[in-house]
């Protein structure tokens, strides 16, 4: 394998506490290595900025909703095909584009690693299908269990053990790396045209409450001692005054602590907290909670959180929280897509258009990124922008512009038909803080491998770790003479490196690199209880049957990286 | 050859699957057994009348865009008097309105047809008609 | 000896049923008994075993006979075809796996092909209407654990999906379903009394071909608005007993077929009963499925919107993919004599399209890949037999919700025959030494 050096960079690793000085990056056999041999490749980094390759923690990119959300957008590929051209094969979408350009143009902006938001379990073979087609990144799957039969049924009893159980057993089945949760128990009411908006109101027939299923997941989650934390969706996503089912849920994390050998130190991830982060009663006096939310989130280690940020464009929403879909179809009057899952989750559908001349469109761009800037901690608070539900993306160059550029958010403000809410109804007018590379790196490398459990494998560039490098031409000795600049530097990185192969130079994909899929194979001791359980589920209730649930052959998971989690106690 | 004095008679031709054609395509198009299952019209009872044929006897089923001989078949899925049926296949695609009206789909079920008895003329088999029509070989 | 192999997926129709069971000899060449699956199924599972199968690859000679030649020289014909080509069809794709139907897309971005599936001539309006309006769905286990109001529009389960009703949708008993058949109400809408209409609590014996107006009927009915006297030939008294019936129940299924996809009201008959099902969720939970035809596709649809962007008929003769149906697809394509070769693979046009467009198949430069004889290799220049997919050889299929299943090999193919996907890298690898490595 080849061996590089990547000389005189402007190096930012949150790992190594590395806060921009002028650094040598050497890489030997995938891996990045103390010193360089003397064969090594020089890249000459001079007056650019080096970065670990970013780490997106939740986007909707392979699967069966991101397909239907193709088939159903034609209209999404308008004006956006690329054709074949050298190592590319043709691509084309904006807000879902095809798996090969959404391998290429991750990569572009320097992201090499991804974790798919949400996987059904029993459509796991597709998901794994589209993360087989995505070019050059590592990728791993959520699997839902937020409204599964089997953890409602089990957790209404308490009964931790056998949760933990089935829990490890789906992970394997489905080639899944963490535990998802969506809208607990309000997607299983979905099923009847009902919903849950808080974290008390029971699950009709298993009169379970989410409190008690996202409560009972964390107990799994950390019996097993998995990598990541709990992942969660929470109810009442996108209501008026829903913060308070927000901070209702992230009090579910009170005295639960982290156990695992991976480094991870939450016990909750609350995901596109911009969507929960909402005040007033209805659209007229809707503003932001954001301070309230994230004065919680500062105060409480044992929690992670991602942004959401929106863009401000024509994109497409679709998550596993069927009944949001509905009602925001019933508001837009867009077409709506939906599909309910036997025994485990539904996903649902809908186009969405961020309108800057619609007030609370502009409210909600403000509350993602005072989210962001009123974080303490950037190792704990990720930018994401749920793709596509709040924005495609390849708008992440932008949300970082706006991030690190107070004169670049003005500029969108002054920019807004009803700046005047804006301002009232949010605090983003007050603040001035610049998000600095450093603590860029933290919000999109760094933070986001600790959180995942990758944190001695990725997200930083500590001899050792895989060497997924980026390269962006960005001098940090210059002072930046217009925001665009920001957005440019980080839409096309000047070079980048996937598990030591060169993918990118000057923008393009130059190799297609040997992309993993990262799933978390958990050992539990043998629990008959619960393969008796599976067995039954499946003769009497599931429409496959379970060999063919099971069997998850290796042309879709042709280049697997499984970690080891021992939990047999 | 005698010669019957036999009504034409109208009717709207729809074309579909039937459980027959389907064993039949799995156990091979150049076989009897499809020509059988799909080279046949489906009438109700009082269209057959009206026709002035026996059951299972060949007819020839006309339409704007091309004409073909069938059996003559009773529906087993009636009464439909006015509708008839021919299962999906070569001998129904040589009559059906193939225009798709720019949807891409032919328009395989509505089509106005004329019958008469051809009590002498052949039905031909599956892959034999296909290329009898297209010049092959 | 013998030994059963259990778990089996059924590759013929939509349905995809995969419990299976097939007595296969020990030594794993011979397939002895099929037990499960429908007559349909179970024809083709034994007659992949007929002594009178063509092993190898034929070329049509101008005297009407055809000459074996090997599968290298069957590479290098439909290769160079394809090389050669301007604006070649790759059409068929439904009955073969994902894995060979990504092949093929590779193939069809190098030659810069038309590329395009059997719903074309099947759900391909309903693809149109899903583009339009959306559509509210479930999976099959949803039907058979919650629904209790099964609504059969414009198809016939009973010849078309045998074992859906046993499986899915009428008899089985759910979670919230005990009662099996008790439990549900089953309403079928057909201008015949159709075999699966015999089995009925209602059947509405539609005017053929006014599906829309009852469509929307019903969602005046659901509305308590004036209805005329009798609307598509049904009475109005029946059409609100009929949303009376659907509103009263607690989760709701229209399944829908060719009536309503082929009739000439075509996509719009699909969107306006996805309207009335959307409608429906006003008063309770409904859905509404597509009775998929072949048993994957669906998946062909998956595989080119994940790695094309659109689901059918795909247009990349310009190096990008565009869509049109109606301009890029293949009935209207042939048609007008716009294609200059053609290839067909897991389908049969020359029995399913209309004789004006099998016409020009003929004519063309074409290439067959079908295990079987049938007219489609009947007009074609050259016919490749292949391993059956789902017997001789596995693969990933997708049901007609859309859930993916991994066919199972149950027997050996014969002695040197190729499977689909082995066939189709040959072919790229073949054309990319032609068009010059990228």
Sequence with gaps: MSEYVIKNGHVFDPVQGIKGDKADVAIKDGKIVTNAGPGAKVIDATGKTVMAGAVEIHAHIAGPKVNLGRIYRPEDKLFTCTPTRGMERMGGGNSIPTTFKTGYEYAKMGYTTAMEAAMPPLFSRHVHEEIRDTPIIDEGAFPVFGNNWFVMEYLKNHEIENTAAYCAWLLRATKGYAIKVVNPGGTEAWAWGLNCLSINDPVPYFDITPAEIVKGLIEANEYLGLPHSMHIHPNNLGNPGNYTTTLDTLKLAEGFQAKNKFGREQVMHLTHTQFHSYGGTNWGDFESKAKEVMDYVNANKNITVDTGNVTLDETTTMTADGPFEHHLTELNHLKWANCDVELETCAGIVPYIYSPSISVCAIQWAIGLELALMAKDPMRCFITTDHPNAGPFTRYPRVMKWLMSAKAREAQINAFKHKDKVLSQTSLGTLDREISLYELAQMTRAGPAKSLGLASICGGLKPGMDADIAIYNINPDMPIANPEDIEKAFTRAACVFKSGVEVVRDGEIVSNGHKRTLWVNAKVKENPQVMRDINEKFLKYYSVTQANYEALGHHFVPNPYAIEVDAVQ | MEEYTVATIQVNLISGRSIQQGVAIEGGKEKPAYRTAAGIIELDPSDLKKLGAWKSTNVRVTSDYGNVVVKAIETTQGPHPGLAFIPMGPWANTIINPNTYSTGMPTFKGTPVKVDVAINEPVLLGIELVQKSCGVK | ?438
């Design chain 3, 1 to 438: 000896m013998t030994k059963t192999v259990t778990d089996v997926i059924c590759p013929f129709c939509g349905t995809l049923c995969d419990d299976l069971e097939v007595v296969v000899s020990d030594d794993g060449k011979q397939l002895l008994e099929v037990y499960n699956a429908c007559v349909i199924g179970t024809e083709k599972f034994l007659h992949s075993q007929s002594k009178d199968r063509v092993t190898r690859p034929r070329l049509h000679q101008p005297d009407g006979t055809w000459k074996e030649i090997s599968y290298d020289d069957a590479v290098e014909y439909t290769a160079q075809m394809l090389a050669k080509a301007k604006k070649p069809l790759m059409y068929g794709w439904s009955s073969t796996n994902c894995e060979a139907q990504s092949v093929g897309n590779e193939i069809a971005e190098m030659a810069r092909a038309c590329c395009d599936n059997t719903a074309a001539v099947c759900h391909g309006t309903t693809l149109i209407a899903v583009q339009d309006i959306g559509i509210p769905s479930c999976t099959l286990g949803e039907i058979k654990n919650r629904a209790d109001r099964i609504i059969f529009w414009g198809c016939n389960p009973a010849h078309a999906h045998p074992r859906h009703m046993s499986r899915y949708s009428i008899f089985p008993r759910g979670f919230f379903t005990g009662k099996g058949q008790m439990s549900r109400k089953m309403v079928v809408v057909d201008p015949r009394v159709t075999d699966t209409a015999k089995m009925a609590d209602v059947h509405l014996q539609i005017e053929q071909g006014r599906d829309y107006e009852l469509l929307n009927a019903l969602r005046v009915a659901l509305n308590n608005e004036w209805l005329p006297d009798v609307v598509a030939g049904i009475p109005k008294e029946k059409i609100r007993e009929v949303a009376d019936m659907m509103k009263s129940g607690r989760f709701g299924i229209i399944f829908f077929g060719m009536g309503v996809t082929q009739s000439l009201s075509k996509n719009h008959n699909i969107d306006e009963a996805i309207a009335l099902t959307k409608h429906l969720n006003e008063f309770t939970k409904f859905s509404i499925m597509p009775m998929r035809g072949h048993y994957n596709v669906t998946g062909s649809g998956e595989v080119f919107a994940w790695q094309f962007g659109f689901p059918y008929s795909v247009d990349l003769t310009r190096g990008f993919a565009r869509y049109n149906p109606g301009d890029t697809s293949s009935v209207d394509l042939l048609i007008r004599g716009e294609l200059d070769a053609m290839f067909t693979i897991g389908s049969d046009p020359g029995a399913h399209f209309p004789i004006s467009a099998v016409k020009h198949i003929a004519n063309l430069p074409s290439v067959c890949i079908d295990p079987h004889l049938t007219p489609t290799s009947g007009v074609s220049k050259l016919h490749v037999p292949v391993a059956f997919n789902g017997v001789e050889t596995g693969g990933n299929c997708y049901r007609m919700d859309n859930v993916p299943i991994d066919c199972r090999k149950v027997v050996e193919p014969p002695e040197g025959m190729l499977t689909d996907e082995q066939f189709l890298i040959k072919v790229r690898d073949r054309l990319k030494q032609l068009k010059g490595a990228a």
